[in-house]
């Protein structure tokens, strides 16, 4: 209550300092308790500059999504129709799931600013500090189990397209789903579903973007691996502007893979940066090694191997060897 | 408590009668409060004949399935490590399913007597009066999600097997997987599953078989396309023998398929009834017309439709035509 007021006084003023005293008669409570206003502010992100016998001035904002910055005049059809925002969640696929047992509507988006336990593929963890996005689409779609890898591809598209058109970066994609910046991953995807032999019942795709993270919040192994983008762009991006581009591009993806799947497939061979290349794949029970030949119908990975044999790979870690 | 001494004394004496002053004496209550006992025993499926001045015979027992006759010497590998027994569930695969979230170890049988929401594929309701067989089992197989047609493949190969052997008649499966005795379906399976994109993490299998139940209990459209065991053997077929049976079985199918799926697909083969017959299929938004070909390495029907083109078809309802 007086914390809004002092962060109100703030904001009215960015140009010059207010002092203690007047920020004190302004809201009516002591100078001390100004400060002590003014320590939880900086501990809730405000960079708040103190100058002896000026005062106070708010020098930034943390970066923090709010939903009717997101939400306000997105024009989607079906991604988004609801919104929900988190500070911080377990994880947002494992939310996700809960709300769609539960009856949530096709296209509620779950998001959190951090994960306590985010997941990756394969059981992997997903490292989730504050500053990166992390959401989680309920879908709904009329189609066989076996067409949900495409679900899956449709998201890569959409973020390849939200960060290619936001951040105005080259994106490649790397089967099965990581989707690279300047050769290092920036993104993850990690698709759940609750499904029958006969047909899907819903499906959680979840979305993990490394965006303003610090590089030293992820330990060196992954380190040599990743990025961010505001790395690669040499600048913060503004994670409310790429969310939003995000929700636009999937509700696209979405719909044209429900119209025409053969779209997303051809979308994503043109993003694609595997093929041609010499690969091997992990994580299948035997280490493969191979040119990546292809994609069929399903999504599963077409590898010719160095004794001729084409190989259907439907899992696993694939890693490009240099030229 | 006095009604298991009056059931023991009855079941101790099954040649002749006891009178109810007999029965009173030796249990130590009343000849009213003996024949209130009776009225219980009865209303719980027992038959006990009273005949006046000569008194009470128990002529036979209801037909429940006890766990200790269901598990003991049954010598398997996976399937039925634990075994739960229940008198009535919603659904064993909405119990099945909820445990295999909670950790149950692979190989866990949930049974039940009657479900009050019984499920059938594509969102159908499973009649499930008492006399029949429900069971769900908890797998966790290694296996892409692509592969999980085939771990319902190794159940309908398991329950023809079982059948066979114990009722001795003559059992087809229609694709996708309904197992036909007399032409007739006699058993359904529904087969759910949670999963990532790369991997199944748990998956359940519900068999429901139809058969002691009375037919009548049946609505008389799915009457027409149905039968019971016992009607097509012309007698009475004891639950717990068939159960054993196809617990034997489906660890049998269930650990050639993690070896070698491709047996599994040659033995659903040789039981089919559909390849070579004229059908059509339903419940996939169009009718489709053709002649049932084969089924491909995942699963999926091959109909060569009447202007020649092939069609892969991994959902819907098949119906024989006559020739």
Chains 1, 2 share one sequence.
Not at 77 to 102: C, H, P, W, Y
Not at 176 to 200: F, H, W, Y
Not at 201 to 210: A, F, K, Q, Y
């Amino acid at each position: 209550m007086y914390k809004d007021k002092i962060l109100y006084r703030l904001r009215s003023f960015r140009k010059g300092f207010l002092s203690g005293e007047e920020l004190a008669r302004r809201t009516g409570i002591s100078r001390t308790m100004v400060w002590k206003h003014i320590s939880s502010l900086r501990g809730q992100g405000f960079t708040i500059e103190a100058v002896p016998s000026q005062g106070y001035r708010l020098a930034a904002e943390p970066d923090l999504l709010r939903k009717q910055d997101i939400a306000s005049g997105l024009k989607i059809k079906v991604i988004g129709r609801d919104i929900q925002l988190f500070t911080t969640l377990v994880s947002t696929n494992t939310a996700a799931m809960e709300l769609a047992s539960k009856g949530a509507v096709e296209g509620t988006v779950i998001i959190s600013e951090m994960q306590t336990g985010g997941k990756g593929r394969l059981g992997r963890k997903w490292i989730s500090p504050k500053g990166n996005l992390y959401l989680s689409i309920i879908l709904r779609p009329a189609i066989p189990t076996h067409k949900a890898p495409l679900i899956t591809m449709s998201g890569a598209v959409a973020v390849a397209s939200a960060i290619r058109s936001v951040c105005g970066v080259a994106v490649g994609i790397k089967w099965p789903n990581d989707i690279l910046v300047s050769g290092k991953k920036v993104c993850g995807l990690l698709t759940e579903m609750s499904a029958e032999q006969d047909r899907i019942r819903h499906i959680v795709l979840g979305i993990g973007i490394d965006v303003n993270m610090r590089p030293d919040e992820l330990p060196p192994d992954i380190r040599a691996l990743t990025t961010t983008l505001s790395e690669a762009k040499g600048s913060t991006v503004n994670r409310t502007v790429l969310l939003r581009q995000l929700l636009r591009d999937m509700d696209h993806w979405y719909r044209q893979f429900l119209v025409q799947d053969a779209d997303v497939l051809a979308e994503w061979k043109k993003l694609n940066v595997t093929f041609g290349r010499r690969i091997t794949v992990s994580g299948t029970g035997e280490l493969l090694e191979g040119i990546a030949q292809g994609i069929d119908e399903d999504g599963r990975l077409i590898v010719k191997q160095n004794n001729g044999v084409l190989r259907l790979i439907a899992a696993g870690d694939v890693t490009i060897l240099k030229r």
